[in-house]
């Protein structure tokens, strides 16, 4: 499986009248997400998100392009947000969806943290919550989002990483992990098209079923991707398989040091410790990076 988890933003066609408005720090159009967004044109505006930690719970109506400088470098984190209303990103339309058919499109960044939104009772989402409309992912990383009960009256908790309400995803040459949700899809609940290509979806739970996917019957394909020790049944519902996948209960040639899972322990692996020096990584970090250094792990 080749599976590349690029530092740098994928190109995207878009409209040809679309403006870029860029995100960072300092020197930029705006200094957090949600404030670009905002400003931000009705269709395809492309929104470049710099180096950083970015602590938001971003939402949105608008058919957008958000872009960040790769997984390893540009992280959106959700573990700040109040109670009930804390997914990293909500995408949504009326019933009807967008006028265009362009797709809304994530790409080269991390999504982690987020512990979903509660309606009626049915907390949604951990890192994502769709609904109505077209979503592409592309080079993402959706890791250790966990949706719990919020209290008596909390009757469900769907979609750990991604969840999909008569949307149509696409995710792609990504990395689902690490993600929760206490009853329905760890990684994914889908209710609407989903397809799956090269992506690793590992290491989620559904405590009640589906611990990569869960598919309302619902029409999803996969092709080319590894799912793998994630709890049963790692896939619940019916799936077209398009080849090329490994779907095993247990995870093999795990590397503990391929931080950007490329498959590989390399520079790759050094660069991204050392970029996020202390937060996350420590001196164990570099030293089992140094420890496992050529491994090949895919």
Request: glycine share 12%; charged share 20%.
């Amino acid at each position: 499986m080749k599976l590349f988890l690029l530092s740098s933003g994928l190109a995207v066609a878009s409209t040809t009248f679309a403006d870029t408005i860029t995100v960072c720090k300092f020197g930029c159009d705006h200094s957090n997400i949600q404030a670009a967004i905002d400003a931000a044109a009705e269709e395809g505006d492309v929104i470049e998100i710099g180096a950083g930690i970015w602590r938001e719970n971003l939402s949105t109506r608008k058919q957008l392009i958000l872009r960040g400088l790769g997984p390893d470098l540009t992280i959106i984190d959700g573990s700040d947000g109040p109670a009930g209303w804390s997914t990293c990103l909500i995408v949504s339309e009326d019933f009807d969806g967008w006028q265009t058919s362009d797709r809304f499109h994530v790409e080269s960044l991390t999504l982690r943290g987020g512990s979903g939104s509660e309606i009626f009772g049915l907390v949604r989402g951990g890192g994502v919550y769709i609904e109505f409309v077209p979503v592409t992912f592309s080079n993402v990383v959706i890791e250790d989002c966990s949706i719990e009960r919020l209290g008596e009256f909390t009757v469900e908790g769907i979609g750990g990483a991604i969840c999909n309400f008569y949307g149509d995803v696409s995710v792609e040459s990504s990395v689902l992990r690490n993600n929760s949700a206490f009853t329905l899809g760890g990684a994914i609940f889908t209710e609407g098209p989903l397809q799956i290509f090269d992506t690793i979806i590992e290491g989620n739970i559904g405590e009640v079923e589906g611990g990569a996917v869960f598919s309302n019957d619902s029409p999803v394909s996969i092709e080319q991707s590894t799912i793998c020790d994630n709890s049963t049944r790692q896939i619940f519902g019916s799936f077209v398989d398009n080849g090329g996948n490994i779907i095993t209960e247990e995870c093999s040639s795990y590397c503990p040091a391929d931080y950007n899972l490329n498959g590989h322990v390399d520079l790759e692996d050094l660069l991204e410790v050392i970029s996020n020096w202390t937060d996350p990584y420590t001196i164990s970090d570099l030293l089992l990076v140094i420890s496992e250094w050529g491994a090949t792990c895919l």
